[in-house]
């Protein structure tokens, strides 16, 4: 047992706080309040559904989250925070207390939730580091088959807030990026939510446009709709070559995952966003599409997450292009009218393909609509 957890100060604030009727406890509180077992290793009950949240030895950080619909809609019956006695004797009560509150990010409300068990697992089985590293650390979840409890008006905003600042933390950590979220690509996803689904996101990973699909990624897991994505493609137009390099049809630089869980895809982005940019403006955005209708044949709805300041590069291979496609643009400039002036280069792709393009808070579906749009040409790429 930790040496701080026999101070018995600690006594005289478990009565004071079971004295209080509704008091709302934070991790800390439950870390102290919660039963405690040692075991040589922990063993997973085969028996009872669960999932389970990986974190390293002495980090809190969650190396994997489970599927949206595990961790959102299940009622969770018990949870186990496992970590391991070393270095032997040592204050575990701040690393611990952060593992909850990792948690708890993900699963608001789980700390007051009466139906739910804690406890929290030592293992003790072990002569060296090497072998208590060796060990699972992180969060045991067991739940049972029945739909959750859903949260009050005023949980669920809490729970948006932590779910915001968690990835705040994780785009700066994982993906090295400083910028702030924009948020465009997830009012279109939240607008057109009924309409799309079985959807493949295919993303310029270049420069400027890291924001607009960790905005998405982001909107996927506070609104409970991971299961509406199948995958991401994510393309940089050829990673390092040079312009000479890059053929039609070949220039590469595409990656795709079959997942919408945010640490898979986080570690994705950060392995396309390490190996390059392109190095010149055109992008590679019709290879991506065509490589992502191969990948995901049973996909239902393409959506292409594109610079409106970047031309295609091989628009010539459109007709290979055998689904509509929904363009998010970035941005653009507006003219006298108020309309959103957009590079050609899409209004043709969104005409041939018989898809939309949304920009600006704006929305373009038919055709009609397509042809009013002022366009741009930029012969500078």
């Given at each position: 047992?930790?040496?701080?957890?026999?101070?018995?100060?600690?006594?005289?604030?478990?009565?004071?706080?079971?004295?209080?009727?509704?008091?709302?406890?934070?991790?800390?509180?439950?870390?102290?309040?919660?039963?405690?077992?040692?075991?040589?290793?922990?063993?997973?009950?085969?028996?009872?559904?669960?999932?389970?949240?990986?974190?390293?030895?002495?980090?809190?950080?969650?190396?994997?989250?489970?599927?949206?619909?595990?961790i959102n809609s299940l009622q969770i019956d018990s949870v186990q925070l496992v970590y391991t006695d070393h270095p032997k004797n040592f204050d575990f009560s701040k690393l611990n207390t952060n593992r909850i509150e990792?948690?708890?990010?993900?699963?608001?409300?789980?700390?007051?939730?009466?139906?739910?068990?804690?406890?929290?697992?030592?293992?003790?089985?072990?002569?060296?580091?090497?072998d208590f590293e060796a060990m699972f650390h992180g969060i045991v979840a067991y739940y049972s088959l029945r739909p959750r409890k859903p949260l009050l008006p005023e949980q669920e905003v809490i729970r948006k807030k932590?779910?915001?600042?968690?990835?705040?933390?994780?785009?700066?950590?994982?993906?090295?990026?400083?910028?702030?979220?924009?948020?465009?690509?997830?009012?279109?996803?939240?607008?057109?939510?009924?309409?799309?689904?079985?959807?493949?996101?295919?993303?310029?990973?270049?420069?400027?446009?890291?924001?607009?699909?960790?905005?998405?990624?982001?909107?996927?897991?506070?609104?409970?709709?991971?299961?509406?994505?199948?995958?991401?493609?994510?393309?940089?137009?050829?990673?390092?070559?040079?312009?000479?390099?890059?053929?039609?049809?070949?220039?590469?630089?595409?990656?795709?995952?079959?997942?919408?869980?945010?640490?898979?895809?986080?570690?994705?982005?950060?392995?396309?966003?390490?190996?390059?940019?392109?190095?010149?403006?055109?992008?590679?955005?019709?290879?991506?599409?065509?490589?992502?209708?191969?990948?995901?044949?049973?996909?239902?709805?393409?959506?292409?997450?594109?610079?409106?300041?970047?031309?295609?590069?091989?628009?010539?291979?459109?007709?290979?292009?055998?689904?509509?496609?929904?363009?998010?643009?970035?941005?653009?400039?507006?003219?006298?009218?108020?309309?959103?002036?957009?590079?050609?280069?899409?209004?043709?792709?969104?005409?041939?393909?018989?898809?939309?393009?949304?920009?600006?808070?704006?929305?373009?579906?038919?055709?009609?609509?397509?042809?009013?749009?002022?366009?741009?040409?930029?012969?500078?790429?």
């Amino acid at each position: 047992m930790d040496g701080i957890r026999r101070n018995s100060q600690w006594l005289i604030i478990f009565i004071l706080f079971f004295a209080i009727d509704g008091w709302a406890q934070s991790a800390h509180q439950l870390y102290f309040r919660a039963s405690y077992r040692d075991v040589d290793q922990v063993i997973f009950d085969s028996t009872k559904h669960f999932f389970t949240l990986p974190m390293d030895y002495g980090q809190f950080e969650i190396n994997e989250l489970p599927e949206a619909k595990e961790i959102n809609s299940l009622q969770i019956d018990s949870v186990q925070l496992v970590y391991t006695d070393h270095p032997k004797n040592f204050d575990f009560s701040k690393l611990n207390t952060n593992r909850i509150e990792q948690f708890t990010h993900w699963f608001e409300g789980s700390i007051d939730d009466p139906i739910i068990r804690w406890r929290i697992i030592r293992q003790t089985k072990g002569e060296t580091k090497a072998d208590f590293e060796a060990m699972f650390h992180g969060i045991v979840a067991y739940y049972s088959l029945r739909p959750r409890k859903p949260l009050l008006p005023e949980q669920e905003v809490i729970r948006k807030k932590n779910i915001d600042k968690k990835f705040e933390h994780l785009v700066k950590k994982k993906l090295k990026v400083e910028d702030e979220l924009i948020h465009i690509t997830s009012e279109v996803f939240e607008k057109n939510r009924d309409n799309w689904n079985r959807a493949v996101i295919v993303s310029d990973w270049t420069g400027s446009m890291y924001p607009y699909t960790i905005d998405l990624l982001s909107w996927l897991i506070k609104e409970r709709a991971q299961d509406q994505v199948i995958g991401f493609v994510f393309f940089n137009d050829g990673d390092t070559k040079i312009t000479s390099q890059k053929s039609i049809g070949k220039t590469g630089g595409i990656y795709s995952i079959r997942d919408s869980r945010v640490i898979p895809v986080f570690n994705l982005m950060t392995k396309v966003k390490n190996n390059g940019d392109g190095g010149d403006l055109p992008e590679n955005d019709i290879e991506a599409i065509i490589n992502a209708q191969n990948e995901f044949k049973e996909g239902n709805t393409f959506i292409l997450v594109a610079d409106n300041n970047s031309v295609i590069r091989d628009l010539s291979l459109i007709s290979q292009v055998k689904h509509p496609i929904e363009i998010i643009l970035n941005r653009a400039d507006l003219n006298s009218k108020g309309l959103p002036i957009v590079l050609k280069d899409y209004v043709d792709l969104a005409l041939k393909t018989s898809g939309s393009i949304y920009v600006e808070g704006q929305e373009f579906k038919s055709r009609k609509a397509l042809l009013s749009l002022p366009t741009k040409r930029l012969t500078n790429q």
